[in-house]
């Protein structure tokens, strides 16, 4: 991303020009809008004309307009943010209050505006206009005969191809079936990677399945790259990366990037931070429930209580259509800083994110047990019974 201007008052109230560069942008740009704000961007609006003689007809002008957001709509597949609202500022093919669908894509320059830019939203923009957030990591979750190629950012974790071969059952002198769509298969996998995985960027290549797929997939590979000279895969072998999975499923990827291999190797990266807090909070919950905690209220007693050492939040809260309740979690937020705990903010896009919402979207690994809030749930889920 790309801060073209940052124009705020000392109220916070102002305006930010941006211009998205990468994919990943278009969902840091989905999260600065909310409902309320101001869009100015260049768009194609369909107007008629009346010519002297009196025949009607329509052009496709583009103009720049501003809008009032009324809603916000994002396509992961397409990578762009659709925002439709009405017109609140002269145009002359645009009346006052009429509505309109501007799409936001990437290298196209727009400008928000807010009556209030929070703590949460202004650090979204650091981070997206920081390089460094963009250390990609690229993953390959598979099993036989079926296989994910994912591109895990620091926001998402984005399926590229999916691989289905049919693999026929060993058979008792006979495996040529067998060896032959596997083979077939690890194929649709190598080009797959080379199709999607763009190796200047991508840091590391986890291949994760159960059993010895992986090895085999990986030996496969390699003697197909030597024996065809393929540059690409031989010069980024060091980038490749094994790792254990359940499955060759999307949402076994979680425990491949929790394999301590892989933490350490990927140790930079958002996205191997986020799984590694998430897996803490769950440890913690099963060996010390008195310095775990989710759900709004207990949090937000937890620190009160000054208690919270990391804060796992999920960027869907800041989305939240009530003003209120939004300002209630973005004062949390800023809380347990103050208080010098570490707050990290998941992306409801990401595996680990996903699994945070299943617990309301809001945990706490605390500093030291608060007794108060366990006998609290103690009683009221008694009271419920």
């Keep these: 991303m790309k801060l073209v201007r940052k124009d705020l008052e000392k109220d916070n109230a102002g305006q930010v020009t ?3 560069e990468e994919p990943e942008d278009m969902w840091h740009t989905y999260n600065l809008l909310q ?12 107007v008629q004309t009346e010519s002297a003689t009196g025949s009607v007809g ?6 720049t307009l501003t809008l009032c957001v ?14 439709k609202g009405t017109n609140i500022q002269e145009n002359e093919y645009v009346k006052m209050g009429a509505y309109h669908t501007i799409e936001l894509e990437p290298n196209r320059q727009f400008t928000l505006a807010k009556k209030q830019w929070d703590s949460v939203v202004l650090e979204r923009i650091e981070q997206a206009c920081d390089p460094a957030w963009n ?6 979750g598979m099993q036989e005969g079926l296989a ?3 591109l895990v950012t620091p926001s998402m974790t984005l399926t590229r191809a999916k691989v289905e071969v049919n693999i026929p059952r060993k058979r008792k002198g006979n495996c040529s079936q067998h060896d032959r769509a596997l083979e077939r298969f690890y194929e649709q996998v190598v080009q797959a990677i080379q199709r999607h995985i763009n190796f200047e960027v991508v840091k590391c290549v986890l291949v ?3 059993g010895f797929v992986r090895e085999q997939f990986c030996d496969y590979m390699f003697q197909q790259a030597v024996k065809t000279d393929n540059k690409l895969l031989l010069e980024n072998r060091s980038k490749f990366l094994q790792v254990h999975s359940s499955s060759g499923h999307k949402y076994a990827l979680k425990e491949a990037l929790c394999d301590p291999a892989v933490t350490s190797r990927l140790s930079d990266t958002k996205a191997a931070g986020e799984v590694k807090a998430l897996d803490d909070f769950y440890k913690m919950l099963q060996h010390e429930p008195d310095r775990a905690f989710y759900g709004l209220k207990h949090v ?9 050492d990391t804060l796992l939040i999920s960027d869907e809260l800041f989305r939240h259509q009530d003003v209120a309740t939004r300002a209630r979690y973005v004062k949390l937020v800023d809380s347990v800083r103050e208080n010098m705990g570490t707050v990290r903010i998941f992306s409801s896009l990401h595996v680990s994110g996903e699994q945070l919402g299943q617990l309301t979207g809001v945990a706490a690994i605390l500093r030291f047990p608060v007794a108060e809030l366990s006998d609290q749930e103690d009683e009221s889920s008694s009271e419920e019974d």
């Design 18 to 20: 941006l211009i998205p």
């Design 35 to 46: 409902v309320g704000d101001s869009l100015r961007a260049s768009t194609i609006r369909k």
């Design 58 to 63: 329509s052009n496709r002008i583009r103009t």
């Design 70 to 83: 009324e809603a916000i709509d994002f396509d992961s597949q397409a990578c762009q943010v659709r925002v």
């Design 135 to 140: 250390a990609d990591v690229a993953a390959v």
């Design 148 to 150: 994910h190629v994912c």
């Design 208 to 210: 994760a399945s159960p």
């Design 300 to 308: 937000e007693k937890a620190n009160e209580a000054m208690a919270i």
